[in-house]
């Protein structure tokens, strides 16, 4: 069974940083690519980083980028997302998500349950 | 960016009814890469529908996902008490991965 386990949510101030990480188990790790996708309360789902398989490659979303750095440890299982300057309209649901592929971004087949940042002064 | 404009944006309807979802991108989309993603209150999302019309993994066949080029469909034949939830279209097409704004699918 798929398992992806979010962790390191919580509150931040405005300008301050946050390291979220993912755990994975159920699949081989290192055949697919990952991704990080967040939910604002009562909004809808934003893509944010993608990583492929090897970290040859990563993704961001223009909200983000310059800001956010995805990383991942394929000896660990392990997806990280660090965070900086982080700003009131990054309060969010943060998703751990695994792809179909290896090294192509695409869909979203097995989502985590989410861990929650809050910006906030 | 391709922008994913779903209508309606609620739909109230029975137990039973037939639900049609619309997402519509702002430009054609190649090789019809678009999924469907329910999520329940609470709920992380889960895939339904990927490359426009391909089932998940044990989505039922009242689930059905249709269309190509800008216009895409998500119809659920009979709706069951467990469909009603919001559901997400996003695309593929372009390496910045992208979102429908949803629609609600509500118990009348």
């Known amino acids: 069974e798929v398992r992806l386990v979010e962790s390191g949510g919580g509150l931040v101030e405005p300008g301050g940083s946050l390291r979220l990480s993912c755990v994975a188990s159920g699949f081989t790790f290192d055949d697919y690519v990952m991704h990080w996708v967040r939910q604002a309360p009562g909004r809808g789902l934003e893509w944010v980083s993608s990583?492929?398989?090897?970290?040859?490659?990563?993704g961001y979303a223009a909200s983000v980028k310059g800001r956010f750095t995805i990383s991942r440890d394929n000896a660990k299982n392990s997806l990280s997302l660090q965070m900086e300057s982080l700003r009131g309209e990054d309060t969010a649901l943060y998703f751990c998500?695994?792809?179909?592929?290896?090294?192509?971004?695409?869909?979203?087949?097995?989502w985590g349950q989410g861990t929650l940042v809050t910006v906030s002064s | 960016e391709v922008v994913l404009t779903q209508s309606p944006g609620t739909l109230s309807l029975f137990q039973g009814e037939r639900a049609t979802l619309s997402c519509r991108a702002s430009q054609t989309l190649s090789s019809n890469y678009v999924a469907w993603y329910q999520q329940r209150p609470g709920r992380a999302p889960r895939l339904l529908i990927y490359?426009?019309?391909t089932r998940a993994t044990g989505i039922p066949d009242r689930f059905t996902g249709s269309g190509s080029g800008t216009d895409f469909t998500l119809t659920i034949s009979r709706l069951e008490p467990e469909d009603f939830a919001v559901y997400y279209c996003?695309?593929?097409?372009?390496?910045?991965?992208?979102f429908g704004g949803g629609t609600t699918v509500e118990l009348k």
């Open positions: 998500a695994k792809g179909p592929y290896s090294s192509t971004w695409t869909y979203f087949d097995y």
């Open positions: 490359d426009s019309s």
């Open positions: 996003q695309q593929y097409a372009s390496s910045l991965l992208t």
């Open positions: 990583i492929i398989w090897n970290s040859g490659s990563k």
